[in-house]
Antibody
Framework: QLQLQESGPGLVKPSETLSLTCTVS??????????WGWIRQPPGKGLEWIGS???????YYSPSLQSRVTISVDTSKNHFSLKLSSVTAADTAVYYC??????????????WGQGTLVTVSS | DIQMTQSPSSLSASVGDRVTITCQAS??????LNWYQQKPGKAPKLLIY???NLETGVPSRFSGSGSGTDFTFTISSLQPEDIATYYCQHYDNLPPMTFGGGTKVEIK
């Protein structure tokens, strides 16, 4: 069974860079038809897509975060990573990594990590 | 950018009731819409994809319909384990994906 597990610091200082890694187990990150990405949820609020990456390295970012986001993939370690620079308190959220399945144009997020809370505070 | 407007933002219903949630897109999105369930403290779970297709393993009391700009998500007979927040989500090509604001479902 596929599993995704987020890891990284739970506390980041304002203006610094948030860094998270998602380790994929039970399946290959290099499989076709799948994109790997990050979605976040501020406490008590809704879901916001951050961006996605294909195993080849092609990336797609939310326009509102594009200037601060970098997503990368390491196929040898079967994991992908998120970096969000110049964070503020507004970036405090639960960060989920997730798999986006794309088959004949139909897309759905069918696997999610458990989520990790990242707090931005000095 | 396409906006997804979900309503109501919350509802309270009795066990066994039929529950309906709507999601409206700001422009025609064909059937490029999914529905997710999120229980407190948990990651979202895919229930419906492509507006009306039930994800494998999801109980048949959940259903979805609609196309274009207006979509409906229905729980035919509300169960205690259905207490959650439900989100619609639009996709189009690869970037981006857009979520509705969510509907919190509670038991009366």
């Amino acid at each position: 069974q596929l599993q995704l597990q987020e890891s990284g610091p739970g506390l980041v200082k304002p203006s610094e860079t948030l860094s998270l890694t998602c380790t994929v187990s039970g399946g290959s990150i290099s499989s076709s038809s799948y994109y790997w990405g990050w979605i976040r949820q501020p406490p008590g609020k809704g879901l916001e897509w951050i961006g996605s990456i294909y195993y080849s390295g092609s990336t797609y970012y939310s326009p509102s975060l594009q200037s601060r986001v970098t997503i990368s993939v390491d196929t040898s370690k079967n994991h992908f990573s998120l970096k969000l620079s110049s964070v503020t308190a507004a970036d405090t959220a639960v960060y989920y990594c997730a798999r986006r399945r794309v088959v004949r144009g139909v897309q759905r997020v069918d696997f999610w990590g458990q989520g990790t809370l990242v707090t931005v505070s000095s | 950018d396409i906006q997804m407007t979900q309503s109501p933002s919350s509802l309270s219903a009795s066990v066994g009731d039929r529950v309906t949630i709507t999601c409206q897109a700001s422009q025609d999105i064909s059937n490029f819409l999914n529905w997710y369930q999120q229980k407190p403290g948990k990651a979202p779970k895919l229930l419906i994809y492509d507006a009306s297709n039930l994800e494998t393993g999801v109980p048949s009391r959940f259903s979805g319909s609609g196309s274009g700009t207006d979509f409906t998500f229905t729980i035919s007979s509300l169960q205690p384990e259905d207490i959650a927040t439900y989100y619609c989500q639009h996709y189009d090509n690869l970037p981006p994906m857009t979520f509705g604001g969510g509907t919190k479902v509670e038991i009366k």
